[in-house]
């Protein structure tokens, strides 16, 4: 072996020079970090030197769309803020914007995972701007990666008795105007006989309206089959299409998203299966819901107005969520007009320190003398709204089983801080205050009466896709035949109190 050979299989094996290539590589990040920062300075500068200046788009030259991945009128439409412009009017500034719209477009239609966009001179500038060598000629090199199309996932999970199998299917980009096509299925049994099953079952097609990405049409075909055990126990089945018209407009862009759907349904409440496994080990029956069980019919039509410009979905430092909407059914057995208001606001404290206000209210009111459905009434508590209950645990009572309300409202006051140690991470201990109401008697003095309070403190994480908290809670304030649950809490979903 010749000294090369043996300083090579020395440093093989030699700790210090793995610390050796990690410092290497750490001083090379700083450069590049230094040279990012002077780059992107040295480009702002530029373009802000150049903000007003007339600008001339010579070419617009499109890549990533070849072998027929796009229709060309889809592609006209995401380009239009490029290909239609006052070009007496144009300047670097409003160039720079007319990309971004370019790239929300394409972002909204979700036929992308990414875009990139370079500007450049041409090469024969001697030739260009003789009238008016003010005017900056460019051509605009823009290029996409297409979204994969298909994407499928299946899978099983299986423990003592019981067990469940999932499917999740996206088509994307069918046609080449962002069509989506998207299939979820989960079938799951807390025995294998499956005389307890669950099934749910969700088609959603959805595509641009008029190639427009700002505007959206959902067809949605689902099935749904549950076993209800927090009220006379049955299984509850729905199976059902909605047609919906909606706006698609995101946070960042500070406008308020309209939304119109049509919803055929039938449902139905199966007491069949009623046993000693009832409510919390009560097997009897309500008149409530013997006399609603069996098939029902539902059509609705349902207006709803949103406006997000939250930083989060969950934890948010900054901003607002409002959502109201109108559901009226007419052409159905049951005959009502309900309605739903949401709404969220954040503030920062301090550099560790966040509160968040959430507030939901609801009313229903039956337009016959007919009773309301008990798949249309709202429940109320439980770990994702009103803590310190069991699920569906307030609200008016028949032989101590719950009916669900024809109002509710529900406020949670909540605090979050950094967890030492963890400041940067999606952990934050949380502090909280929960007030709600469930009844079926609309008056003024009853609603303000006998409010429910709760509170606690436990420790949150915030993920993209979901939020999980995991809470120590007290009931404060409580109805005689409300269902309690004091002490640990969890809950998991998209949306909390």
């Given amino acids: 072996m010749d000294r090369d050979e043996d300083g090579f299989a020395q440093s093989m094996f030699d700790p210090s020079s793995s610390k050796l290539k990690t410092e290497i590589e750490k001083e090379e990040e700083k450069r590049q970090q230094i040279l990012d920062e002077y780059n992107m300075k040295a480009l702002n500068k530029v373009v802000n030197d150049n903000e007003f200046r007339p600008v001339n788009i010579l070419r617009l030259n499109f890549l990533g769309a070849e072998g027929g991945k796009y229709r060309e009128p889809f592609l006209k439409k995401q380009l239009e803020p490029l290909l239609e412009y006052n070009k007496e009017?144009?300047?670097?500034?409003?160039?720079?914007k007319n990309i971004d719209l370019v790239n929300l477009n394409f972002l909204k239609s979700d036929s992308i995972s990414n875009i990139g966009c370079q500007l450049t001179l041409p090469e024969n500038n001697q030739f260009f701007n003789m009238i008016n060598p003010d005017i900056l000629d460019l051509v605009i090199n823009m290029q996409v990666i297409p979204v994969k199309k298909f994407f499928l996932k299946i899978g099983t999970n299986v423990?003592?008795?019981e067990g469940d199998g999932y499917v999740k299917l996206q088509w994307k980009n069918i046609f080449g105007g962002g069509e989506s096509l998207d299939f979820d299925t989960n079938i799951s049994s807390n025995e294998f006989k499956f005389k307890n099953s669950k099934s749910?079952?969700?088609?959603?097609y959805s595509s641009p309206i008029f190639n427009n990405s700002n505007y959206k049409f959902n067809t949605i075909l689902y099935h749904s089959l549950r076993s209800i055990d927090f009220t006379s126990y049955h299984n509850q089945s729905i199976e059902g299409i909605t047609l919906k018209a909606s706006t698609n407009y995101l946070p960042i862009e500070n406008k308020l998203n309209h939304e119109i759907s049509f919803e055929n349904l039938i449902r139905c409440i199966d007491l069949k299966y009623s046993n000693n496994e009832g409510f919390r080990n009560n097997s009897l029956m309500t008149d409530y819901f013997?006399?609603?069980?069996?098939y029902n019919?539902?059509?609705?039509?349902t207006y709803s107005i949103i406006k997000?410009?939250?930083?989060?979905?969950?934890?948010f430092d900054k901003g607002y969520y409002v959502r109201l909407s109108n559901e009226i059914s007419l052409f159905s057995n049951n005959k009502f007009i309900k309605s739903c208001f949401d709404y969220s606001k954040g503030y920062k404290i301090n550099s560790g320190l966040l509160f968040n206000l959430n507030l939901k209210m609801g009313l229903i009111n039956s337009l016959t003398n007919d009773l309301i459905h008990p798949m249309d009434k709202f429940q109320l508590g439980g770990s994702n709204d009103i803590k310190g209950w069991l699920n569906s645990g307030m609200g008016p009572k028949q032989m101590n089983m719950n009916l669900g309300g024809n109002y509710f409202h529900a406020i949670g006051l909540n605090l979050f801080s950094n967890v030492p140690y963890f400041k940067d991470s999606n952990f934050k201990f949380h502090y909280f205050i929960n007030i709600g109401k469930l009844t079926n008697k609309i008056n003024y003095n009853n609603i303000l009466k006998q409010n429910c309070i709760s509170s606690g403190f436990g420790i949150s994480y915030n993920h993209p896709m979901a939020a999980f908290e995991l809470n120590w809670v007290v009931p404060i304030s409580a109805n005689f035949n409300d269902d309690l649950r004091r002490g640990l809490q969890w809950g998991i979903g998209i949306s909390f109190l």
């Avoid at 009017?89 to 720079?96: C, E, F, Q, W």
């Fill in 89 to 96: 009017s144009l300047t670097m500034g409003k160039l720079l």
């Fill in 159 to 161: 423990g003592n008795g």
């Fill in 200 to 204: 749910q079952y969700l088609m959603n």
């Fill in 290 to 294: 013997l006399f609603n069980s069996g």
């Fill in 297 to 301: 019919f539902k059509s609705s039509i």
């Fill in 308 to 315: 997000d410009c939250r930083d989060s979905k969950y934890i």
